[in-house]
Every structure is written in structure tokens, then in C-alpha cells.
């Protein structure tokens, strides 16, 4: 929604500026169409006097230009009963013919030249005109902070970063984030946990500003808000586990190349805005509207850094397998993103490995110590093969499900290793599975993705929580508008 | 391209109208701007003998066994005991289990264990 726009008066309206050369080139072709058809209304932008021939209106707060979508001066448009029927801008001679319907018009000139950037596209100014025209229903309460206030400082003190500055969310900053969404503002997108409070896209917005989000992330942070806070992903729990756990993000799709996503060298580390941002508006979203504050609600004993942001994208197009979206059902070509409830990532070093059995069970070995090498069945992990090993399996034909099956093959144990007790451990499996042979991980607990730099025999693991209904599921969620 | 002498200070002047100079800067609230509710604590009961005392295992394991001998304890001084559990402990207690022991219980004890 839009503030009222100014009329159009009938006729030609043509919208200029002193500033733009191609405006100074048309300025005689304005006195011809005043004087053929004495209809022609111009609006000036910048000089009240410019073009003095015509006499101008100034439109000096933007408000003609930003209603009628200027992009470029000079902009022609034809209307007819008060709309507007045709537009051209820039000096296309036939298009200003054709529309004034005078046949000679500039025929001095030549047949084209460009046009100038409208001044209400400025980037410097654009963000103030949408805030001041557009009547958008953002309802936030306002804070002001005094002249005096270090509005940096001011928001630690107030309780709402995760220990890293913020970006201060002004009502411009909100409405650009906004626009990077076709989510109407108060749309809930899900109830936050702990508080259990609605959450709409406007508080998202908020958040994702504070984050350091550019607005074409926005479809992502709502996507994984939507995964992360709903009982099967359990938002609550991974809050208030004594665990180290937070929601890890695995994004999938042409979108993440769109966005700038990392999937390549340092995945996992710093450096990439869109993986750094989106993560950081989750756990920002949660922390502020959801009301989960370590110390409070959120109970880990050590947590991980990634708590701060941990999102990444797969490398889809290095993959020698399917990719984790379309695994999970996502139809291809799709951005979808996957939340798991994950630790920090660890290495697994194997440099010497060049059969894809020997990598196998190097991957398995350190797989085993998920969380305890006693412990199987009830935590999950992420794998997260780079392209040196991929190579191996790749030369060999080895794809997702074999590497999969490979792994639940070579990480059966038998209970009699595992119970409670055994190789003086007290920790471990109740002693009445002690005759069963067992997996390290349930069907689907490896979640299988290809990330990473092109050199670096490694890979990484990342294990998780409680798995199933008494902890957290994997969650998967299309990315939307 | 030939400009007037003045052009950019009107460039300029459009800009001060829409960038005022910087005083305190106002932002959108981030949280969820709800103030929680307060409430009073009741009165603690001066003997639990005759109150019907709901024990709620969270399912963590040995919750049952710390709770077995509170059980006992509060028998032994004249309490009724009811047993509850949440399904799983990662997550809130059910709507409906809250209600189940709010109507049934006078005073209720909720166990942590590991």
C-alpha cells in the first residue's frame, strides 16, 4: 500500500531533470509538443526553473517521481481520463512520435540517446522516499534513543545482540529488508519458542536488519524460521539443552548462487555475508521475539560458536551425489533450506585413503565418536564430504545411497562393545541390548552433503541431539517469495 | 555537459529535506514487546498431611527413582500421591497434562534427574 499519489493531469507529462543531459537535449522537443498540442505538463526534479520554455512544476519532494515509478529521466507518459496509458523514457525518437502523434518530432535529433537515473532512485534518498510514501503497516513499538546515546551501546545495554554489534533497525533499513519479500508485514510466520509468541515477518525484518541481511535473504530466514520453530525441529529443546546444539542451516538451490552463498573454501567459517547474516537472523529472531537467552532459557552446558550463525550452502554442481534437498523431496531446481540441530563441526584427516572402502571406513571410525563410541541410535550427524574425498567416490561410482549403506555396513557393532561397562566405560547402551548388532546411526540419521575448498583431504562431521520425537527431528522447508 | 552554477546546491537542498541532520536516531522494537506476567507465589501449607501432592517425572532417566523416595517420604507424613510424566523431557509439558494436574492436586513437585 501507497500513500495517496498525486494526479496525473490528462495529456503528456513528461518528468525531468536539469542535471541529466539527455533532459537539456529534448528541452526543445517539450516547447514543440506544448505548442502542437497544448497538453504537456513537465515535472522537474531538481532546477524549479528547468526547462523555463515549459514552465515546470517542481517536484520537489520526490512525491510525482516515486508514485509513478520513475526510473530514468526524462520519462514521457501519455494519460488519458486521469491513467496512464503509455511510457517511454530516455529519448527513443519513434517511441515520442508514436505517442504525442507528431510525425516529425526531433527529427533534428539523433534517433536515440540514454536517459539519466531518476533522483528517486538515488540510492542515497531512495529508502527515505519509501518510508515516507509508503503507508506500510509496520506496527513495531518505537524506540528513540537520545542525541547523547551511542545507539550501538544502546542496544547491548537493552539486551538484544548476541554480543557482536547490530545494525540499528530504523524504519528505512526495515522497509528495504522488507521489499526483499512479498510476505505482507504482519503475516505469522510461526509461534517462537520459548515465549511462544506470534512471529510476523515484520519482527523477521527487524532482526534480519540488526544481522546484517541484505533483503534478497529474507525468503531464507523466513524459510528457516518457519523449520526451526515447530515441535518436530523442537526450538524449545535445542534452546534448553544443557547440549552444545543450535539450529545449523543447509541451504539448496540456484538461489544460493543468486544470494552469494558460500559453499566452496572456509563453507563453514567467516567472510560470506549471506551464510554469516542468515544463521545470525535466526538465532537473533529466537533471542528477541522467542525470548531465548542463554542463562535463561537456553541451558548449555558449553554451547559452540556457531550458536552465533551456522549456515552454509552445498555445493550442488561439484556434487558427485544427489544433494540433501532432493533427498529430503525437494523437486530440483527448488531452494529449500534444511535445519538440523547440530554441534560445531570437527575434521576428519585422511589423506592417504584412494579406495573409496578405505575412506569409508576412516569416515566411519571418526563417525563412531559421535557424542560417545558407545552411543548409537539416538544422535544423527551431518557428513560433509569436500572435493578431495568426493573424487574418491566419484572415480569409484559410489553415490549417496551406496555411501550411505556403506557406512550403516561398516558401523555395525556388536551390544556386547557397547553395553554399559564394556572396555571400562560405565556409559552406554542398557545392558538388555548386549546380544544385538547395531548401526552407529538410525535410517536417514547421516546427513549426506558436499561442501568445501578444492584442496584438503578432510572432511567434517557435525554431530547432533536427541533425535525423533523425544529431541528434534531434520527439518526441510521450500523457500518461498 | 553544461551545468548552471547552481544546480548542485539544489541538488544538495533536496537532500536536506529528506536527510535531516543526525540527531538521536529512532529504530523498530526487535522483541516481542510483551512484559511477562507476574504472580504471586501461594502460601506455603504449614503440614502436607491430607493434600493430594503431584510428583511429575520429566523422563529423564532416574527421575523415577529420586521420586519413588519422595513419594515415600510424603506418604509417610499423610499426602496423597499422583504420578504424572511429560512424554519427553526436551519439550513443555502438554496443555493438557498442566490442566490434569492443576484440577487433581494441591501442591505439585516437577523432578529433574540424570
Given at each position: 500500500?501507497?500513500?495517496?499519489?498525486?494526479?496525473?493531469?490528462?495529456?503528456?507529462?513528461?518528468?525531468?531533470?536539469?542535471?541529466?543531459?539527455t533532459?537539456?537535449?529534448?528541452?526543445?522537443?517539450?516547447?514543440?509538443?506544448?505548442?502542437?498540442?497544448?497538453?504537456?505538463?513537465?515535472?522537474t526534479?531538481?532546477?524549479?526553473?528547468?526547462?523555463?520554455?515549459?514552465?515546470?512544476?517542481?517536484?520537489?519532494?520526490?512525491?510525482?517521481?516515486?508514485?509513478?515509478?520513475?526510473?530514468?529521466?526524462?520519462?514521457?507518459?501519455k494519460?488519458?481520463?486521469?491513467k496512464?496509458?503509455?511510457?517511454?523514457?530516455g529519448?527513443?525518437?519513434?517511441?515520442?512520435?508514436?505517442?504525442?502523434?507528431?510525425?516529425?518530432?526531433g527529427?533534428?535529433?539523433?534517433?536515440?540517446?540514454?536517459?539519466?537515473?531518476s533522483?528517486?532512485?538515488?540510492?542515497?534518498?531512495?529508502?527515505?522516499?519509501?518510508?515516507?510514501?509508503?503507508?506500510?503497516?509496520?506496527?513495531?513499538?518505537?524506540?528513540?534513543?537520545s542525541?547523547?546515546?551511542?545507539?550501538?551501546?544502546?542496544?547491548?545495554?537493552?539486551?538484544?545482540?548476541?554480543?557482536?554489534?547490530?545494525?540499528?533497525?530504523?524504519?528505512?533499513?526495515?522497509?528495504?529488508?522488507?521489499?526483499?519479500?512479498?510476505?505482507?508485514?504482519?503475516?505469522?510466520?510461526?509461534?517462537?519458542?520459548?515465549?511462544?509468541?506470534?512471529?510476523?515477518?515484520?519482527?523477521?525484518?527487524?532482526?534480519?536488519?540488526?544481522?546484517?541481511?541484505?533483503?534478497?535473504?529474507?525468503?531464507?530466514?523466513?524459510?528457516?524460521?518457519?523449520?526451526?520453530?515447530?515441535?518436530?525441529?523442537?526450538?524449545?529443546?535445542?534452546?534448553?539443552?544443557?547440549?552444545?546444539?543450535?539450529?545449523?542451516i543447509i541451504?539448496?538451490?540456484?538461489?544460493?548462487?543468486?544470494?552469494?552463498?558460500?559453499?566452496?573454501?572456509n563453507?563453514?567459517?567467516?567472510?560470506?555475508?549471506?551464510?554469516?547474516?542468515?544463521?545470525?537472523?535466526?538465532?537473533?529472531?529466537?533471542?528477541?521475539?522467542?525470548?531465548?537467552?542463554p542463562?535463561?532459557?537456553?541451558?548449555?552446558?558449553?554451547?559452540?560458536?556457531?550458536?552465533?550463525?551456522?549456515c552454509?550452502?552445498e555445493?550442488e554442481?561439484?556434487?558427485?551425489?544427489?544433494?540433501?534437498?532432493?533427498?529430503?523431496?525437494?523437486?530440483?531446481?527448488?531452494?529449500?533450506?534444511?535445519?538440523?540441530?547440530?554441534?560445531g563441526?570437527?575434521?576428519?584427516?585422511?589423506?592417504?585413503?584412494?579406495?573409496?572402502?578405505?575412506?569409508?571406513?576412516?569416515?566411519?571410525?571418526?563417525?563412531?565418536?559421535?557424542?560417545?563410541?558407545?552411543l548409537?541410535?539416538?544422535?544423527?550427524?551431518?557428513?560433509?564430504?569436500?572435493?578431495?574425498?568426493?573424487?574418491?567416490?566419484?572415480?569409484?561410482?559410489?553415490?549417496?545411497?551406496?555411501?550411505?549403506?556403506?557406512?550403516?555396513?561398516?558401523?555395525?557393532t556388536?551390544?556386547?562393545?557397547?553395553?554399559?561397562?564394556?572396555?571400562?566405560?560405565?556409559?552406554?547402551?542398557?545392558?538388555?541390548?548386549?546380544?544385538?548388532?547395531?548401526?552407529?546411526?538410525?535410517?536417514?540419521?547421516?546427513?549426506?552433503?558436499?561442501?568445501?575448498?578444492?584442496?584438503?583431504?578432510?572432511?567434517?562431521?557435525?554431530?547432533?541431539?536427541?533425535?525423533?520425537?523425544?529431541?528434534?527431528?531434520?527439518?526441510?522447508?521450500?523457500?518461498?517469495? | 555537459m553544461?551545468?548552471?552554477?547552481?544546480?548542485?546546491s539544489?541538488?544538495?537542498?533536496?537532500?536536506?529535506?529528506?536527510?535531516?541532520?543526525?540527531?538521536?536516531?529512532?529504530?523498530?522494537d526487535?522483541?516481542?514487546?510483551?512484559?511477562?506476567?507476574?504472580?504471586?507465589?501461594?502460601?506455603?501449607?504449614?503440614?502436607?498431611?491430607?493434600?493430594?501432592?503431584?510428583?511429575?517425572?520429566?523422563?529423564?532417566?532416574?527421575?523415577?527413582?529420586?521420586?519413588?523416595?519422595?513419594?515415600?517420604?510424603?506418604?509417610?507424613?499423610?499426602?496423597k500421591?499422583?504420578?504424572?510424566?511429560?512424554?519427553?523431557?526436551?519439550?513443555?509439558?502438554?496443555?493438557?497434562?498442566?490442566?490434569?494436574?492443576?484440577?487433581?492436586?494441591?501442591?505439585?513437585?516437577e523432578?529433574?534427574?540424570?
Amino acid at each position: 500500500m501507497s500513500s495517496v499519489a498525486p494526479d496525473l493531469p490528462n495529456g503528456f507529462v513528461v518528468i525531468v531533470k536539469r542535471e541529466c543531459a539527455t533532459c537539456q537535449m529534448v528541452e526543445p522537443i517539450l516547447s514543440h509538443i506544448a505548442s502542437a498540442t497544448n497538453s504537456l505538463t513537465v515535472y522537474t526534479q531538481d532546477d524549479p526553473t528547468f526547462p523555463s520554455s515549459v514552465s515546470p512544476i517542481h517536484d520537489e519532494d520526490l512525491s510525482v517521481s516515486w508514485h509513478y515509478d520513475i526510473d530514468t529521466v526524462p520519462t514521457l507518459i501519455k494519460v488519458v481520463n486521469g491513467k496512464e496509458v503509455e511510457r517511454t523514457f530516455g529519448w527513443k525518437a519513434t517511441d515520442w512520435q508514436r505517442i504525442t502523434g507528431i510525425a516529425d518530432l526531433g527529427a533534428d535529433l539523433p534517433a536515440m540517446r540514454p536517459g539519466c537515473g531518476s533522483m528517486s532512485v538515488d540510492p542515497d534518498i531512495v529508502d527515505k522516499l519509501r518510508a515516507k510514501f509508503t503507508d506500510s503497516p509496520v506496527i513495531a513499538r518505537t524506540v528513540e534513543f537520545s542525541a547523547a546515546e551511542d545507539e550501538f551501546e544502546a542496544m547491548y545495554a537493552r539486551g538484544w545482540t548476541d554480543g557482536l554489534p547490530v545494525i540499528p533497525p530504523t524504519r528505512e533499513r526495515v522497509l528495504r529488508m522488507l521489499t526483499g519479500t512479498t510476505r505482507h508485514p504482519q503475516d505469522v510466520i510461526a509461534i517462537a519458542p520459548p515465549d511462544l509468541v506470534e512471529l510476523t515477518v515484520e519482527k523477521i525484518a527487524i532482526n534480519a536488519v540488526m544481522a546484517g541481511c541484505l533483503p534478497e535473504y529474507m525468503p531464507w530466514v523466513i524459510a528457516a524460521l518457519e523449520a526451526v520453530c515447530n515441535d518436530q525441529f523442537n526450538m524449545h529443546g535445542v534452546l534448553a539443552t544443557t547440549m552444545p546444539v543450535g539450529p545449523v542451516i543447509i541451504c539448496n538451490g540456484p538461489g544460493t548462487r543468486a544470494i552469494g552463498m558460500n559453499s566452496g573454501i572456509n563453507a563453514f567459517g567467516q567472510g560470506n555475508r549471506a551464510n554469516n547474516t542468515i544463521g545470525r537472523a535466526v538465532q537473533l529472531t529466537i533471542r528477541n521475539v522467542g525470548g531465548g537467552r542463554p542463562g535463561e532459557v537456553d541451558r548449555a552446558t558449553h554451547g559452540n560458536p556457531g550458536k552465533i550463525s551456522f549456515c552454509f550452502a552445498e555445493d550442488e554442481e561439484g556434487s558427485p551425489f544427489t544433494s540433501l534437498a532432493t533427498e529430503r523431496g525437494v523437486p530440483l531446481g527448488q531452494n529449500a533450506i534444511t535445519v538440523f540441530a547440530g554441534e560445531g563441526p570437527r575434521c576428519v584427516v585422511d589423506q592417504l585413503a584412494r579406495t573409496p572402502e578405505e575412506l569409508t571406513n576412516s569416515l566411519v571410525a571418526s563417525l563412531q565418536t559421535v557424542h560417545h563410541p558407545k552411543l548409537v541410535i539416538g544422535f544423527d550427524a551431518i557428513l560433509t564430504i569436500s572435493p578431495d574425498h568426493g573424487r574418491v567416490y566419484a572415480e569409484a561410482g559410489w553415490d549417496r545411497e551406496r555411501l550411505i549403506a556403506e557406512i550403516t555396513e561398516r558401523s555395525l557393532t556388536h551390544g556386547s562393545e557397547l553395553v554399559r561397562g564394556a572396555r571400562d566405560m560405565a556409559e552406554g547402551i542398557p545392558p538388555h541390548l548386549k546380544d544385538a548388532t547395531l548401526p552407529k546411526f538410525r535410517p536417514g540419521g547421516v546427513l549426506l552433503t558436499y561442501a568445501g575448498g578444492g584442496a584438503g583431504l578432510f572432511s567434517s562431521i557435525v554431530a547432533g541431539w536427541a533425535n525423533g520425537a523425544i529431541g528434534s527431528d531434520p527439518v526441510t522447508r521450500i523457500v518461498g517469495s | 555537459m553544461v551545468q548552471s552554477a547552481q544546480t548542485p546546491s539544489l541538488v544538495s537542498s533536496a537532500r536536506d529535506i529528506l536527510i535531516p541532520m543526525a540527531t538521536g536516531i529512532t529504530i523498530l522494537d526487535p522483541t516481542n514487546e510483551s512484559t511477562p506476567a507476574v504472580r504471586q507465589l501461594l502460601a506455603r501449607p504449614a503440614s502436607v498431611k491430607g493434600l493430594t501432592v503431584g510428583l511429575l517425572d520429566i523422563s529423564k532417566p532416574r527421575g523415577n527413582v529420586f521420586l519413588n523416595r519422595i513419594e515415600e517420604l510424603l506418604t509417610e507424613r499423610g499426602a496423597k500421591v499422583l504420578r504424572f510424566s511429560k512424554p519427553t523431557f526436551t519439550k513443555p509439558a502438554p496443555v493438557d497434562l498442566r490442566q490434569e494436574i492443576a484440577t487433581q492436586c494441591n501442591l505439585v513437585i516437577e523432578a529433574l534427574a540424570d
